[in-house]
Protein backbone atom coordinates (compact mmCIF):
# COMPACT_ATOMS: atom_id res chain seq x y z
CA UNK A 1 0.00 0.00 0.00
CA UNK A 2 1.13 3.46 -0.67
CA UNK A 3 2.56 5.59 1.62
CA UNK A 4 0.44 8.08 2.94
CA UNK A 5 -2.32 7.22 1.89
CA UNK A 6 -5.77 8.45 3.05
CA UNK A 7 -7.99 6.60 5.56
CA UNK A 8 -11.61 7.80 3.97
CA UNK A 9 -12.56 7.16 0.11
CA UNK A 10 -9.78 3.82 -0.32
CA UNK A 11 -10.07 0.34 0.39
CA UNK A 12 -6.63 -1.24 0.71
CA UNK A 13 -5.52 -4.71 0.11
CA UNK A 14 -2.54 -6.07 1.48
CA UNK A 15 -1.23 -8.47 -0.61
CA UNK A 16 1.68 -9.94 1.37
CA UNK A 17 0.37 -13.08 2.69
CA UNK A 18 -1.37 -13.58 -1.11
CA UNK A 19 2.43 -14.16 -2.46
CA UNK A 20 2.88 -16.89 -0.48
CA UNK A 21 0.02 -19.17 -1.47
CA UNK A 22 0.53 -22.15 -2.81
CA UNK A 23 -1.52 -24.94 -5.10
CA UNK A 24 0.63 -27.84 -6.25
CA UNK A 25 -2.10 -29.27 -7.55
CA UNK A 26 -2.41 -25.94 -10.05
CA UNK A 27 -0.44 -26.55 -13.30
CA UNK A 28 -0.14 -22.98 -13.10
CA UNK A 29 1.54 -23.37 -9.60
CA UNK A 30 4.23 -25.50 -10.57
CA UNK A 31 5.14 -24.11 -14.13
CA UNK A 32 4.46 -20.24 -13.60
CA UNK A 33 4.17 -19.05 -9.98
CA UNK A 34 4.04 -15.54 -10.83
CA UNK A 35 1.29 -15.90 -13.28
CA UNK A 36 -0.27 -18.32 -10.38
CA UNK A 37 -0.50 -15.78 -7.95
CA UNK A 38 -1.50 -12.77 -10.02
CA UNK A 39 -4.64 -14.70 -11.14
CA UNK A 40 -5.30 -15.66 -7.39
CA UNK A 41 -4.89 -12.26 -6.80
CA UNK A 42 -7.78 -11.29 -9.37
CA UNK A 43 -9.80 -14.10 -8.76
CA UNK A 44 -10.19 -13.46 -4.47
CA UNK A 45 -11.19 -9.96 -5.48
CA UNK A 46 -14.49 -11.25 -6.89
CA UNK A 47 -16.49 -9.77 -4.18
CA UNK A 48 -19.68 -7.86 -3.29
CA UNK A 49 -18.12 -5.01 -1.16
CA UNK A 50 -15.95 -3.83 -4.24
CA UNK A 51 -19.21 -3.55 -6.06
CA UNK A 52 -19.20 0.60 -5.86
CA UNK A 53 -15.56 0.82 -6.73
CA UNK A 54 -14.53 3.70 -9.32
CA UNK A 55 -10.76 2.74 -9.62
CA UNK A 56 -8.35 -0.29 -9.40
CA UNK A 57 -4.68 1.43 -7.47
CA UNK A 58 -2.12 -1.06 -7.79
CA UNK A 59 1.33 0.22 -6.23
CA UNK A 60 4.49 -0.88 -7.24
CA UNK A 61 6.12 -2.16 -4.37
CA UNK A 62 4.33 -5.64 -4.33
CA UNK A 63 7.47 -7.11 -2.89
CA UNK A 64 8.40 -8.05 -6.43
CA UNK A 65 11.07 -6.92 -8.43
CA UNK A 66 10.45 -3.42 -9.82
CA UNK A 67 7.15 -3.41 -11.67
CA UNK A 68 6.63 -6.68 -13.25
CA UNK A 69 4.48 -8.06 -10.89
CA UNK A 70 2.56 -5.11 -10.63
CA UNK A 71 2.12 -4.87 -14.38
CA UNK A 72 0.90 -8.67 -14.39
CA UNK A 73 -1.61 -7.88 -11.63
CA UNK A 74 -3.39 -5.31 -13.49
CA UNK A 75 -3.55 -7.05 -16.88
CA UNK A 76 -5.04 -10.70 -14.84
CA UNK A 77 -7.43 -8.18 -13.07
CA UNK A 78 -8.67 -7.29 -16.86
CA UNK A 79 -8.78 -9.67 -18.31
CA UNK A 80 -10.96 -12.19 -15.39
CA UNK A 81 -14.57 -12.36 -15.07
CA UNK A 82 -15.90 -11.17 -12.45
CA UNK A 83 -19.32 -11.94 -10.97
CA UNK A 84 -19.98 -9.92 -8.00
CA UNK A 85 -18.26 -6.91 -8.85
CA UNK A 86 -16.79 -4.70 -11.80
CA UNK A 87 -12.97 -4.29 -11.40
CA UNK A 88 -12.69 -5.61 -14.76
CA UNK A 89 -14.38 -2.46 -16.19
CA UNK A 90 -12.47 -0.08 -14.13
CA UNK A 91 -9.89 2.27 -15.04
CA UNK A 92 -6.69 0.93 -13.59
CA UNK A 93 -3.78 3.30 -12.19
CA UNK A 94 -0.04 2.01 -11.31
CA UNK A 95 1.30 4.47 -8.82
CA UNK A 96 4.96 4.59 -7.60
CA UNK A 97 6.68 7.59 -5.86
CA UNK A 98 9.05 9.16 -8.28
CA UNK A 99 7.78 9.64 -11.71
CA UNK A 100 7.88 7.08 -13.94
CA UNK A 101 11.17 6.03 -15.66
CA UNK A 102 10.15 4.28 -19.16
CA UNK A 103 14.37 3.02 -19.41
CA UNK A 104 13.09 0.84 -16.18
CA UNK A 105 13.71 -2.42 -17.29
CA UNK A 106 11.02 -4.09 -15.22
CA UNK A 107 8.26 -2.11 -17.39
CA UNK A 108 9.00 -4.92 -20.25
CA UNK A 109 9.83 -7.58 -17.89
CA UNK A 110 5.88 -9.32 -18.30
CA UNK A 111 3.54 -10.81 -21.24
CA UNK A 112 2.09 -7.28 -21.26
CA UNK A 113 4.47 -4.97 -23.82
CA UNK A 114 4.30 -1.00 -23.75
CA UNK A 115 1.84 -1.11 -21.11
CA UNK A 116 1.12 2.62 -20.62
CA UNK A 117 1.48 3.68 -24.62
CA UNK A 118 -0.62 0.89 -25.88
CA UNK A 119 -2.40 -0.85 -22.95
CA UNK A 120 -4.77 1.94 -21.74
CA UNK A 121 -3.06 1.99 -17.56
CA UNK A 122 -2.84 4.87 -16.10
CA UNK A 123 0.29 6.31 -14.00
CA UNK A 124 0.20 8.58 -11.05
CA UNK A 125 2.80 9.36 -8.31
CA UNK A 126 1.97 9.16 -5.10
CA UNK A 127 1.77 12.66 -4.92
CA UNK A 128 -1.10 13.05 -7.78
CA UNK A 129 -2.89 10.10 -6.66
CA UNK A 130 -4.05 11.90 -3.47
CA UNK A 131 -4.42 14.98 -5.05
CA UNK A 132 -8.39 16.42 -4.26
CA UNK A 133 -9.89 19.00 -6.58
CA UNK A 134 -13.25 20.44 -6.24
CA UNK A 135 -16.08 19.02 -8.75
CA UNK A 136 -16.96 21.58 -10.62
CA UNK A 137 -20.60 21.07 -11.03
CA UNK A 138 -21.10 19.69 -7.11
CA UNK A 139 -17.67 21.77 -6.05
CA UNK A 140 -17.34 18.67 -3.15
CA UNK A 141 -13.61 17.97 -3.28
CA UNK A 142 -12.69 14.71 -5.10
CA UNK A 143 -9.94 12.80 -5.85
CA UNK A 144 -8.52 14.33 -9.33
CA UNK A 145 -7.63 10.76 -10.81
CA UNK A 146 -11.47 10.36 -10.93
CA UNK A 147 -12.35 12.89 -13.14
CA UNK A 148 -9.11 12.92 -15.22
CA UNK A 149 -8.36 9.15 -15.58
CA UNK A 150 -12.06 8.16 -16.16
CA UNK A 151 -11.05 5.61 -18.98
CA UNK A 152 -11.42 1.79 -18.26
CA UNK A 153 -8.18 -0.48 -19.10
CA UNK A 154 -9.42 -2.22 -22.06
CA UNK A 155 -7.85 -5.89 -22.67
CA UNK A 156 -8.30 -5.14 -26.52
CA UNK A 157 -5.72 -2.51 -26.45
CA UNK A 158 -3.15 -4.51 -23.92
CA UNK A 159 -0.65 -6.13 -26.34
CA UNK A 160 0.21 -9.70 -24.25
CA UNK A 161 2.58 -11.82 -25.53
CA UNK A 162 3.16 -15.66 -24.77
CA UNK A 163 6.71 -14.67 -23.49
CA UNK A 164 6.02 -15.79 -20.07
CA UNK A 165 5.12 -19.34 -21.27
CA UNK A 166 5.65 -21.59 -23.84
CA UNK A 167 3.39 -21.13 -27.25
CA UNK A 168 3.53 -25.03 -27.04
CA UNK A 169 1.99 -25.20 -23.38
CA UNK A 170 -0.68 -22.59 -24.83
CA UNK A 171 -1.77 -24.26 -27.92
CA UNK A 172 -2.09 -27.60 -25.40
CA UNK A 173 -4.28 -25.85 -23.63
CA UNK A 174 -5.99 -23.41 -26.09
CA UNK A 175 -6.40 -26.34 -28.16
CA UNK A 176 -8.09 -28.22 -25.74
CA UNK A 177 -10.16 -25.57 -24.66
CA UNK A 178 -11.80 -24.91 -28.65
CA UNK A 179 -12.22 -28.75 -28.66
CA UNK A 180 -14.37 -29.12 -26.01
CA UNK A 181 -16.11 -25.53 -27.64
CA UNK A 182 -17.02 -27.77 -31.03
CA UNK A 183 -18.19 -30.84 -29.13
CA UNK A 184 -20.62 -28.45 -27.15
CA UNK A 185 -19.09 -29.15 -24.14
CA UNK A 186 -19.77 -26.12 -21.61
CA UNK A 187 -17.05 -25.40 -18.63
CA UNK A 188 -19.67 -27.16 -16.47
CA UNK A 189 -19.52 -30.45 -18.46
CA UNK A 190 -15.97 -31.16 -18.74
CA UNK A 191 -14.16 -32.28 -15.30
CA UNK A 192 -10.70 -29.23 -16.18
CA UNK A 193 -10.41 -26.11 -15.21
CA UNK A 194 -9.04 -23.90 -17.78
CA UNK A 195 -4.94 -22.08 -17.26
CA UNK A 196 -5.12 -18.90 -15.74
CA UNK A 197 -2.03 -17.76 -16.92
CA UNK A 198 -2.26 -14.16 -18.77
CA UNK A 199 -1.52 -15.02 -22.44
CA UNK A 200 -4.48 -18.27 -22.51
CA UNK A 201 -7.27 -14.86 -19.98
CA UNK A 202 -6.40 -12.63 -22.54
CA UNK A 203 -6.93 -14.97 -25.59
CA UNK A 204 -10.33 -16.57 -24.44
CA UNK A 205 -11.78 -12.92 -23.84
CA UNK A 206 -11.36 -12.61 -27.90
CA UNK A 207 -13.56 -15.11 -28.78
CA UNK A 208 -17.09 -14.66 -29.70
CA UNK A 209 -18.50 -18.10 -28.98
CA UNK A 210 -21.54 -19.38 -30.61
CA UNK A 211 -23.85 -21.94 -29.07
CA UNK A 212 -22.85 -25.25 -29.91
CA UNK A 213 -25.30 -28.76 -29.60
CA UNK A 214 -23.58 -30.79 -27.88
CA UNK A 215 -21.56 -33.83 -30.50
CA UNK A 216 -21.24 -37.65 -29.34
CA UNK A 217 -20.53 -38.80 -32.85
CA UNK A 218 -17.40 -40.30 -31.49
CA UNK A 219 -18.82 -41.67 -28.16
CA UNK A 220 -18.30 -45.53 -27.59
CA UNK A 221 -16.43 -46.45 -30.94
CA UNK A 222 -13.41 -47.16 -28.56
CA UNK A 223 -12.99 -48.91 -24.98
CA UNK A 224 -9.68 -48.04 -23.36
CA UNK A 225 -7.93 -45.48 -25.01
CA UNK A 226 -4.16 -44.29 -23.85
CA UNK A 227 -2.62 -40.75 -23.74
CA UNK A 228 1.03 -40.88 -23.84
CA UNK A 229 1.15 -36.78 -23.04
CA UNK A 230 3.28 -35.48 -20.17
CA UNK A 231 0.15 -32.83 -19.68
CA UNK A 232 -2.67 -35.51 -20.01
CA UNK A 233 -4.21 -34.39 -16.90
CA UNK A 234 -4.13 -31.23 -17.48
CA UNK A 235 -7.04 -30.90 -19.66
CA UNK A 236 -6.77 -33.60 -22.73
CA UNK A 237 -7.39 -36.76 -20.54
CA UNK A 238 -11.08 -35.51 -19.20
CA UNK A 239 -11.74 -34.16 -22.11
CA UNK A 240 -11.31 -37.07 -24.14
CA UNK A 241 -13.12 -39.10 -22.01
CA UNK A 242 -15.89 -37.25 -22.43
CA UNK A 243 -15.83 -36.88 -26.03
CA UNK A 244 -14.69 -40.55 -26.58
CA UNK A 245 -17.16 -41.88 -24.00
CA UNK A 246 -14.48 -44.28 -22.69
CA UNK A 247 -12.01 -44.84 -20.13
CA UNK A 248 -8.87 -42.57 -21.13
CA UNK A 249 -5.61 -43.82 -19.50
CA UNK A 250 -2.74 -41.30 -18.76
CA UNK A 251 0.78 -42.41 -19.16
CA UNK A 252 4.23 -40.05 -19.33
CA UNK A 253 7.40 -41.91 -20.23
CA UNK A 254 10.75 -41.38 -19.07
CA UNK A 255 14.02 -41.24 -21.16
CA UNK A 256 16.16 -42.28 -18.58
CA UNK A 257 13.87 -45.71 -17.52
CA UNK A 258 12.13 -46.90 -21.04
CA UNK A 259 9.79 -48.51 -19.35
CA UNK A 260 7.38 -48.25 -22.62
CA UNK A 261 9.69 -51.49 -23.85
CA UNK A 262 8.65 -53.68 -21.23
CA UNK A 263 4.86 -52.07 -21.45
CA UNK A 264 1.85 -53.65 -22.52
CA UNK A 265 0.05 -51.61 -25.10
CA UNK A 266 -2.72 -54.15 -26.62
CA UNK A 267 -5.19 -53.66 -23.99
CA UNK A 268 -5.77 -50.52 -25.73
CA UNK A 269 -7.52 -50.12 -28.86
CA UNK A 270 -6.45 -46.35 -29.74
CA UNK A 271 -3.25 -44.92 -28.85
CA UNK A 272 -3.04 -41.03 -28.90
CA UNK A 273 0.68 -40.16 -28.64
CA UNK A 274 1.95 -36.36 -28.05
CA UNK A 275 4.75 -35.26 -30.51
CA UNK A 276 7.05 -33.41 -28.30
CA UNK A 277 7.77 -34.88 -24.67
CA UNK A 278 8.96 -34.30 -21.82
CA UNK A 279 8.38 -30.56 -22.28
CA UNK A 280 10.90 -30.29 -24.87
CA UNK A 281 11.02 -29.62 -28.52
CA UNK A 282 12.59 -32.80 -29.32
CA UNK A 283 10.65 -35.56 -31.43
CA UNK A 284 13.12 -38.39 -30.87
CA UNK A 285 11.20 -40.33 -27.62
CA UNK A 286 8.20 -40.05 -29.01
CA UNK A 287 9.16 -41.22 -32.30
CA UNK A 288 10.88 -44.03 -30.82
CA UNK A 289 7.94 -45.20 -28.79
CA UNK A 290 5.98 -44.67 -31.71
CA UNK A 291 7.75 -46.88 -33.78
CA UNK A 292 7.81 -50.01 -30.81
CA UNK A 293 4.35 -49.92 -30.21
CA UNK A 294 3.81 -49.93 -34.37
CA UNK A 295 6.20 -52.43 -34.89
CA UNK A 296 5.41 -54.91 -31.84
CA UNK A 297 1.18 -54.45 -31.78
CA UNK A 298 0.53 -53.43 -35.50
CA UNK A 299 -3.30 -54.23 -34.40
CA UNK A 300 -3.29 -51.14 -32.43
CA UNK A 301 -4.17 -47.63 -34.12
CA UNK A 302 -1.50 -44.60 -32.91
CA UNK A 303 -2.52 -41.03 -33.64
CA UNK A 304 -0.33 -38.02 -33.38
CA UNK A 305 -1.10 -35.17 -31.16
CA UNK A 306 0.99 -32.07 -32.29
CA UNK A 307 0.68 -28.47 -31.27
CA UNK A 308 3.08 -27.97 -34.30
CA UNK A 309 1.74 -27.10 -37.60
CA UNK A 310 5.47 -28.37 -39.74
CA UNK A 311 4.80 -29.82 -42.32
CA UNK A 312 7.24 -32.30 -42.30
CA UNK A 313 6.29 -33.85 -39.06
CA UNK A 314 3.62 -35.08 -41.02
CA UNK A 315 5.89 -37.64 -42.92
CA UNK A 316 8.06 -38.42 -39.96
CA UNK A 317 5.47 -39.80 -38.50
CA UNK A 318 4.05 -41.65 -41.24
CA UNK A 319 7.74 -43.04 -41.93
CA UNK A 320 7.44 -44.22 -38.43
CA UNK A 321 3.85 -46.14 -38.66
CA UNK A 322 1.56 -43.53 -37.19
CA UNK A 323 -2.27 -44.12 -38.64
CA UNK A 324 -2.67 -39.96 -38.32
CA UNK A 325 -1.54 -36.67 -36.61
CA UNK A 326 -4.24 -34.13 -35.39
CA UNK A 327 -2.47 -31.15 -34.96
CA UNK A 328 -4.23 -29.23 -32.23
CA UNK A 329 -5.97 -25.33 -32.63
CA UNK A 330 -3.34 -22.80 -32.00
CA UNK A 331 -3.94 -19.63 -30.31
CA UNK A 332 -2.30 -18.11 -33.53
CA UNK A 333 -5.83 -18.71 -35.08
CA UNK A 334 -7.69 -16.82 -32.25
CA UNK A 335 -9.53 -14.92 -34.84
CA UNK A 336 -10.25 -17.31 -37.46
CA UNK A 337 -13.67 -18.90 -36.66
CA UNK A 338 -13.72 -21.22 -40.21
CA UNK A 339 -10.05 -22.40 -39.63
CA UNK A 340 -11.41 -23.72 -35.68
CA UNK A 341 -13.75 -25.00 -37.55
CA UNK A 342 -12.51 -26.86 -39.94
CA UNK A 343 -9.65 -28.03 -37.18
CA UNK A 344 -12.41 -29.81 -35.22
CA UNK A 345 -13.90 -31.56 -38.27
CA UNK A 346 -10.10 -33.02 -38.87
CA UNK A 347 -10.88 -34.39 -35.13
CA UNK A 348 -13.77 -35.87 -35.89
CA UNK A 349 -12.38 -37.46 -39.57
CA UNK A 350 -9.19 -38.67 -37.94
CA UNK A 351 -10.86 -40.38 -35.15
CA UNK A 352 -13.49 -41.89 -37.18
CA UNK A 353 -10.84 -42.81 -40.05
CA UNK A 354 -8.86 -45.37 -37.53
CA UNK A 355 -11.76 -46.53 -36.07
CA UNK A 356 -13.28 -48.22 -39.54
CA UNK A 357 -9.62 -49.16 -40.61
CA UNK A 358 -8.97 -50.89 -37.23
CA UNK A 359 -12.34 -52.28 -36.94
CA UNK A 360 -11.73 -54.57 -39.83
CA UNK A 361 -7.59 -54.64 -39.38
CA UNK A 362 -7.41 -55.95 -35.38
CA UNK A 363 -9.45 -59.44 -35.91
CA UNK A 364 -7.00 -60.61 -38.56
CA UNK A 365 -4.12 -59.41 -36.06
CA UNK A 366 -5.60 -61.10 -33.63
CA UNK A 367 -6.15 -64.69 -35.12
CA UNK A 368 -2.66 -64.16 -36.47
CA UNK A 369 -1.24 -64.31 -33.26
CA UNK A 370 -3.26 -67.18 -32.32
CA UNK A 371 -1.92 -68.64 -35.38
CA UNK A 372 1.38 -68.09 -34.59
CA UNK A 373 1.33 -69.20 -30.87
CA UNK A 374 -1.04 -72.81 -31.75
CA UNK A 375 0.97 -76.20 -31.01
CA UNK A 376 0.23 -77.60 -34.22
CA UNK A 377 1.83 -74.12 -36.64
CA UNK A 378 4.71 -74.68 -33.80
CA UNK A 379 5.23 -78.09 -35.19
CA UNK A 380 5.90 -77.56 -38.36
CA UNK A 381 9.00 -78.28 -39.40
CA UNK A 382 11.71 -75.52 -40.63
CA UNK A 383 14.35 -77.66 -42.15
CA UNK A 384 15.77 -76.11 -45.23
CA UNK A 385 12.72 -74.64 -47.06
CA UNK A 386 12.33 -73.24 -44.09
CA UNK A 387 8.35 -73.90 -44.15
CA UNK A 388 7.30 -72.14 -40.72
CA UNK A 389 9.08 -68.83 -41.11
CA UNK A 390 7.44 -68.62 -44.84
CA UNK A 391 4.76 -69.07 -43.44
CA UNK A 392 4.92 -66.29 -40.36
CA UNK A 393 6.34 -64.12 -42.96
CA UNK A 394 3.64 -64.92 -45.57
CA UNK A 395 0.73 -63.92 -43.03
CA UNK A 396 2.30 -61.05 -41.96
CA UNK A 397 2.72 -60.07 -45.47
CA UNK A 398 -0.99 -60.54 -46.08
CA UNK A 399 -1.99 -58.36 -43.01
CA UNK A 400 0.64 -55.66 -44.52
CA UNK A 401 -1.34 -55.91 -47.80
CA UNK A 402 -4.71 -55.54 -46.29
CA UNK A 403 -3.77 -52.45 -44.38
CA UNK A 404 -2.62 -51.00 -47.85
CA UNK A 405 -5.81 -51.77 -49.23
CA UNK A 406 -7.72 -49.80 -46.54
CA UNK A 407 -5.44 -47.19 -47.45
CA UNK A 408 -5.96 -47.33 -50.72
CA UNK A 409 -6.94 -44.32 -53.34
CA UNK A 410 -10.09 -44.79 -55.24
CA UNK A 411 -7.58 -43.22 -57.95
CA UNK A 412 -5.30 -45.39 -57.44
CA UNK A 413 -7.67 -48.60 -58.45
CA UNK A 414 -8.90 -46.67 -60.88
CA UNK A 415 -6.38 -45.12 -62.96
CA UNK A 416 -3.24 -48.06 -62.35
CA UNK A 417 -6.24 -51.28 -62.47
CA UNK A 418 -4.54 -52.89 -59.55
CA UNK A 419 -5.83 -53.40 -55.67
CA UNK A 420 -3.86 -54.36 -52.77
CA UNK A 421 -6.50 -56.64 -51.89
CA UNK A 422 -6.20 -59.16 -54.45
CA UNK A 423 -2.22 -59.01 -53.72
CA UNK A 424 -3.73 -59.81 -50.14
CA UNK A 425 -6.02 -62.29 -51.66
CA UNK A 426 -2.71 -63.85 -53.86
CA UNK A 427 -0.69 -63.83 -50.24
CA UNK A 428 -2.92 -65.82 -48.60
CA UNK A 429 -3.60 -68.43 -51.25
CA UNK A 430 0.36 -68.80 -51.70
CA UNK A 431 -0.16 -70.09 -48.06
CA UNK A 432 -2.08 -72.66 -49.33
CA UNK A 433 0.84 -73.85 -51.88
CA UNK A 434 3.13 -74.15 -48.49
CA UNK A 435 0.74 -75.85 -46.66
CA UNK A 436 0.73 -78.54 -48.88
CA UNK A 437 4.06 -78.86 -48.82
CA UNK A 438 4.47 -79.92 -45.77
CA UNK A 439 1.62 -81.46 -45.40
CA UNK A 440 2.24 -83.81 -47.95
CA UNK A 441 4.75 -86.85 -47.45
CA UNK A 442 5.69 -87.10 -51.12
CA UNK A 443 8.41 -90.16 -52.06
CA UNK A 444 9.46 -91.03 -55.65
CA UNK A 445 10.51 -93.66 -57.58
CA UNK A 446 12.39 -92.98 -61.25
CA UNK A 447 9.82 -91.87 -62.93
CA UNK A 448 6.82 -91.24 -60.09
CA UNK A 449 6.12 -89.56 -57.22
CA UNK A 450 3.70 -91.02 -54.46
CA UNK A 451 1.27 -88.45 -52.35
CA UNK A 452 0.63 -89.10 -48.58
CA UNK A 453 -0.09 -87.62 -45.19
CA UNK A 454 1.44 -89.14 -42.44
CA UNK A 455 -0.27 -91.55 -40.92
CA UNK A 456 -2.86 -91.74 -43.45
CA UNK A 457 -3.32 -95.38 -44.98
CA UNK A 458 -4.45 -93.93 -48.17
CA UNK A 459 -3.31 -91.91 -50.37
CA UNK A 460 -3.23 -88.83 -52.38
CA UNK A 461 -1.86 -89.88 -55.21
CA UNK A 462 -0.25 -93.46 -55.82
CA UNK A 463 1.25 -94.70 -58.69
CA UNK A 464 -0.30 -98.02 -60.06
CA UNK A 465 0.66 -100.77 -62.72
CA UNK A 466 -0.94 -100.65 -66.50
CA UNK A 467 -4.17 -102.10 -66.53
CA UNK A 468 -6.59 -103.07 -69.45
CA UNK A 469 -9.36 -100.15 -69.73
CA UNK A 470 -11.14 -99.44 -72.48
CA UNK A 471 -10.25 -95.60 -73.49
CA UNK A 472 -8.37 -94.99 -70.55
CA UNK A 473 -4.35 -94.31 -69.79
CA UNK A 474 -2.18 -97.26 -69.69
CA UNK A 475 -1.25 -96.01 -66.74
CA UNK A 476 -3.25 -94.00 -63.87
CA UNK A 477 -4.16 -93.09 -60.27
CA UNK A 478 -7.39 -95.02 -58.39
CA UNK A 479 -6.47 -94.16 -54.84
CA UNK A 480 -8.75 -91.03 -54.87
CA UNK A 481 -11.76 -92.26 -56.61
CA UNK A 482 -12.80 -94.44 -53.37
CA UNK A 483 -11.80 -91.86 -50.68
CA UNK A 484 -14.82 -91.22 -48.95
CA UNK A 485 -16.68 -88.00 -49.44
CA UNK A 486 -14.31 -87.33 -52.46
CA UNK A 487 -17.07 -87.63 -55.22
CA UNK A 488 -18.96 -84.88 -53.63
CA UNK A 489 -16.38 -82.65 -53.08
CA UNK A 490 -15.63 -79.66 -55.01
CA UNK A 491 -17.18 -81.15 -57.88
CA UNK A 492 -14.27 -83.63 -58.35
CA UNK A 493 -14.95 -86.60 -60.32
CA UNK A 494 -13.61 -90.41 -61.00
CA UNK A 495 -12.80 -89.63 -65.06
CA UNK A 496 -10.38 -86.56 -63.55
CA UNK A 497 -8.69 -88.85 -61.13
CA UNK A 498 -8.51 -91.40 -63.47
CA UNK A 499 -7.03 -89.61 -66.41
CA UNK A 500 -5.01 -86.32 -65.12
CA UNK A 501 -2.38 -87.21 -62.66
CA UNK A 502 -0.89 -84.04 -63.34
CA UNK A 503 -3.79 -82.08 -62.39
CA UNK A 504 -3.97 -83.61 -58.90
CA UNK A 505 -0.28 -82.87 -58.91
CA UNK A 506 -0.48 -79.16 -59.75
CA UNK A 507 -4.11 -77.98 -58.49
CA UNK A 508 -3.55 -76.81 -54.89
CA UNK A 509 -7.40 -76.66 -54.64
CA UNK A 510 -7.56 -80.54 -55.21
CA UNK A 511 -4.49 -80.84 -52.94
CA UNK A 512 -6.03 -78.66 -50.36
CA UNK A 513 -9.60 -80.60 -50.53
CA UNK A 514 -8.23 -83.82 -49.55
CA UNK A 515 -6.18 -82.25 -46.52
CA UNK A 516 -9.28 -80.72 -45.03
CA UNK A 517 -11.14 -83.94 -45.76
CA UNK A 518 -8.92 -86.09 -43.94
CA UNK A 519 -8.93 -83.19 -40.93
CA UNK A 520 -12.76 -84.35 -41.26
CA UNK A 521 -14.12 -80.34 -39.49
CA UNK A 522 -17.53 -80.27 -38.70
CA UNK A 523 -18.06 -77.39 -41.35
CA UNK A 524 -16.12 -79.26 -43.88
CA UNK A 525 -19.27 -78.63 -46.23
CA UNK A 526 -18.68 -74.92 -45.91
CA UNK A 527 -15.18 -74.86 -46.56
CA UNK A 528 -15.17 -76.82 -48.99
CA UNK A 529 -17.87 -74.57 -50.83
CA UNK A 530 -15.44 -72.22 -50.42
CA UNK A 531 -12.53 -73.32 -51.41
CA UNK A 532 -14.00 -74.34 -54.62
CA UNK A 533 -15.84 -70.95 -55.07
CA UNK A 534 -12.36 -69.10 -53.54
CA UNK A 535 -10.56 -71.08 -56.64
CA UNK A 536 -13.09 -69.63 -59.26
CA UNK A 537 -11.81 -66.19 -58.21
CA UNK A 538 -8.31 -66.62 -57.81
CA UNK A 539 -8.11 -67.68 -61.83
CA UNK A 540 -10.08 -64.82 -62.47
CA UNK A 541 -7.77 -62.86 -60.82
CA UNK A 542 -5.04 -60.49 -63.34
CA UNK A 543 -2.09 -61.64 -61.34
CA UNK A 544 -2.43 -65.66 -62.12
CA UNK A 545 -1.69 -67.54 -65.07
CA UNK A 546 -4.70 -67.47 -66.90
CA UNK A 547 -8.29 -68.78 -66.60
CA UNK A 548 -10.03 -71.61 -68.45
CA UNK A 549 -12.58 -68.94 -69.62
CA UNK A 550 -11.43 -68.41 -73.42
CA UNK A 551 -12.15 -64.65 -73.10
CA UNK A 552 -9.58 -64.28 -70.48
CA UNK A 553 -6.40 -62.95 -72.64
CA UNK A 554 -8.95 -60.96 -75.31
CA UNK A 555 -10.50 -58.62 -72.63
CA UNK A 556 -8.62 -55.92 -70.74
CA UNK A 557 -7.95 -55.69 -66.86
CA UNK A 558 -10.37 -52.71 -66.84
CA UNK A 559 -12.95 -54.90 -68.91
CA UNK A 560 -12.42 -57.54 -66.33
CA UNK A 561 -12.54 -55.20 -63.56
CA UNK A 562 -16.25 -54.26 -64.67
CA UNK A 563 -17.32 -58.50 -64.35
CA UNK A 564 -15.46 -59.21 -61.18
CA UNK A 565 -17.09 -58.77 -57.49
CA UNK A 566 -15.11 -56.10 -54.97
CA UNK A 567 -12.70 -57.95 -53.40
CA UNK A 568 -13.25 -56.92 -49.71
CA UNK A 569 -11.88 -58.19 -46.39
CA UNK A 570 -15.46 -58.72 -45.29
CA UNK A 571 -16.34 -61.39 -48.63
CA UNK A 572 -13.48 -63.33 -50.19
CA UNK A 573 -10.54 -62.18 -48.37
CA UNK A 574 -12.29 -63.84 -44.92
CA UNK A 575 -13.16 -66.78 -45.93
CA UNK A 576 -9.97 -67.64 -47.70
CA UNK A 577 -8.53 -66.74 -44.05
CA UNK A 578 -10.94 -68.71 -42.80
CA UNK A 579 -9.70 -71.67 -44.36
CA UNK A 580 -5.75 -70.53 -43.87
CA UNK A 581 -6.41 -70.24 -40.19
CA UNK A 582 -8.28 -73.81 -40.06
CA UNK A 583 -5.33 -75.18 -41.77
CA UNK A 584 -3.01 -74.23 -39.84
CA UNK A 585 -4.66 -74.72 -36.26
CA UNK A 586 -6.89 -77.71 -36.69
CA UNK A 587 -9.55 -74.96 -34.97
CA UNK A 588 -13.05 -74.06 -36.73
CA UNK A 589 -13.51 -71.46 -34.11
CA UNK A 590 -10.58 -69.40 -34.88
CA UNK A 591 -11.91 -67.09 -37.31
CA UNK A 592 -12.82 -63.72 -38.12
Not at 105 to 115: F, G, K, M, N, R
Not at 321 to 343: F, Q, R, T, W
Request: net charge neutral; hydrophobic share 35%; aromatic share 12%.
Amino acid sequence: MPEGMPNDGFIPIDLKNSYSQEDKSDYLCTTNIEEYWANYIAETLDRAEYSGVKAVIIDKSLQGDGWSRALLLGGHIATTGYANCALNRLPIILTNGPKLDISDVSLYATPITTPFQKGGFHFLTHGELFVREKDPITGEPTFAFERRYADKVDHHRLRITGSHDSRHESTNEWGAMRLAHHFGLKKDKVAFSYPGHLYFKSLALSLVEEIVPEDSSLSGLFTHVLLIDDHAADGWQALLEKVLGCRVTPYEPKRPVPDWQTRAFDSHDLILLDLYLEGKPDKSLSLTILQHIKETYPQIPVVIFTASEKAWNLDEVLEKGADGMYIKESPVHVKDELYSKENFQDFLRTIRSVYEKYKVLRPYWEIIKKILSNSIFHSIENGSRKMKDRLEERLKMFYGLLKKGHEQSDYDKRTFFYSDYELAFMTLWSCLNDIQAYKFQKSSSLTHTHWKLPADRLYYIRYRAAQKVPKTPARFYTDLVNLPGWSASAKVKGAEAKNNKRSFELQIRLQVTYIIERMNPVNMAILLTNLERLNGTRNELYLTHGSNNPHFFSSTEEDKRKNMPTMTPQGDIKDLFNIVSYLLTADEMLTV
